[in-house]
């Protein structure tokens, strides 16, 4: 072996035994290795942003084009629901005004009035297996702090469960989603002293677009159509975010082993716009 | 014909290509599915720089393809730099007797050295589950792989195609220079910039 040679060899297990120590250190929730990424993340920003508006430029002209009659048949449509959607408002501003007095008087707690609502857009998705998380534009200078004891939950619009936190750097986060297989939280039953479960990624079930419901209590009495929430046990996910709906149960006739697939109820493959949920 | 490469080329040009490959992977291609699989664009890019221009060139740009790649969409940071790193020199080495570094052998590096990849990382997920009371069995993993490779391996090299041809044309380095050693199969990374 050439002098040459050798030295590249020393090179290649430098660079290894290094990366497996990075690895090991930034796997820990926390990490300050996870800054690392900073600098690279701020530069990257505005590059991925214009690709990104350009990608979606280019996606919607193309709809457009092709799906011209459609758009002009859902436009009325749409017209006519925003009528309905109009007056429904004016109700629901009634019913609002309504709920505060009430709320006031009765001095009811709002769980949510715990939380700061942080917007932020997805930026990245999946590239393939282990690189699997998605990113998005709001980090540590926003406020967001990931430890091993503390992370925070993603909701879309309508407060439905995303995912939650895994890391963050200066700029960015990333957020680990209700499918994959390493996501878990506590459930409940959507109903009065609901049963308690547990809601987790799995690997089969994830290209599919749904989860799996396991640790249902023998007690419980579970149906297909059944809406599962967050029961905010654990102090991560605050109670009520609305995780999905049961579409099968399985081993239905063994209570020990039961197990139930469920569809989430955000559509991750359309969400563009997230809202990390920060404890005050 | 002078055998001296302006030092600044391969540094812009891989600059561009290493940034523009990881986010048309993370924006433009996140629609696209063809039966439920991608082109990875950042793993074809370090597999062919590693079997074209060789094991120095192959080990840098993986190292920072996948230092973006644990950026944008990894769990950790490390994992795709280390992989990716491989991957480079994984196809610097592999057959490389065989191929006599031909430019169109080059796919066939791709679909291999794909091949190695996505079974590495089926190990990964045995090895390491996320959720301690879930591990994945193994049959599981692999019967999932055996139906998504074909796909996957088929997706990288067609997406493969075009990008060897902007690194052999387009490239980090002179064609004219390259030309000759391709043309007659000639091997080893040294020779293909000095002659």
């Not at chain 1, 998605?134 to 439905?160: H, M, N, P, W």
């Not at chain 1, 963050?168 to 989603?177: F, H, R, V, Y």
């Not at chain 1, 547990?198 to 677009?209: A, E, F, H, S, W």
């Not at chain 2, 990849?117 to 589950?129: A, D, I, T």
Request: aromatic share 8%; net charge neutral; charged share 20%.
């Amino acid at each position: 072996m050439s002098r040459n040679e050798r030295s590249r060899v020393y090179l290649v297990v430098i660079v290894t035994i290094g990366l497996i120590a990075l690895i090991l250190l930034s796997s820990f929730p926390g990490s300050p290795l996870n800054q690392l990424t900073s600098p690279f993340s701020i530069v990257l920003e505005p590059v991925q942003k214009v690709v990104l508006n350009f990608a979606n430029g280019v996606q919607t002209g193309a709809m457009s084009i092709f799906k011209g009659v459609q758009i002009r048949r859902e436009n009325e449509q749409l017209l006519l629901e925003n009528a309905k959607l109009r007056n429904e408002v004016a109700q629901l501003a009634a019913a609002g005004r309504q709920y505060d007095e009430l709320k006031s008087a009765l001095k009811l707690k709002d769980t949510y009035d715990r939380y700061e609502i942080i917007g932020g857009r997805l930026m990245t998705r999946e590239i393939g297996e282990w690189f699997d998380v998605f990113r998005i534009d709001i980090g540590s200078q926003d406020g967001l702090k990931v430890t091993e004891t503390l992370s925070y939950a993603v909701v879309d619009a309508q407060s439905r469960l995303v995912g939650r936190v895994l890391s963050t750097d200066m700029t960015s986060a990333k957020i680990l989603p209700v499918l994959h297989e390493g996501f878990s939280v506590s459930g409940k039953l959507n109903s009065v002293n609901g049963a308690l479960l547990r809601v987790r990624g799995d690997y089969d079930l994830k290209n599919d677009g749904y989860c799996i419901v396991d640790q249902i209590p023998m007690t419980a009495s579970l149906h297909e159509g059944d809406v599962i929430v967050s029961s905010g046990l654990g102090g991560l996910f605050p109670a009520g975010i609305e995780i999905g709906k049961i579409i099968e149960i399985r081993n239905a006739s063994s209570l020990l082993n039961r197990q139930a697939v469920l569809q989430p109820s955000v559509d991750l493959q359309n969400v563009s716009v997230v809202f990390v949920m920060k404890g005050q | 014909m002078s055998n001296r490469q302006p030092a600044l080329r391969p540094i812009i040009i891989y600059t561009i290509y290493i940034i523009l490959f990881a986010v048309i992977q993370v924006t433009a291609l996140r629609d696209v599915r063809i039966l439920g699989e991608r082109p990875d664009l950042t793993l074809v890019l370090a597999i062919l720089t590693g079997y074209l221009f060789g094991i120095g060139d192959g080990l840098a740009i993986g190292l920072a393809v996948g230092f973006l790649r644990d950026m944008l969409a990894g769990r950790t940071i490390g994992l795709g730099m280390l992989i990716l790193m491989y991957a480079a020199m994984l196809s610097h080495v592999l057959l490389r007797d065989f191929f006599r570094r031909k430019t169109w052998m080059g796919l066939i590096q791709v679909l291999l050295v794909t091949v190695i990849y996505e079974v590495l990382l089926m190990f990964l997920s045995w090895f390491f589950p996320m959720l301690p009371d879930q591990v994945p069995q193994l049959g599981q993993l692999f019967a999932h792989l055996i139906v998504r490779l074909p796909i996957q391996g088929l997706l990288n090299v067609a997406v493969a195609v075009p990008m060897i041809w902007l690194l052999r044309y387009h490239g980090p380095y002179d064609p004219r220079v390259l030309r000759e050693d391709l043309d007659d199969g000639s091997t080893g990374e040294g020779k293909w910039r000095t002659i």
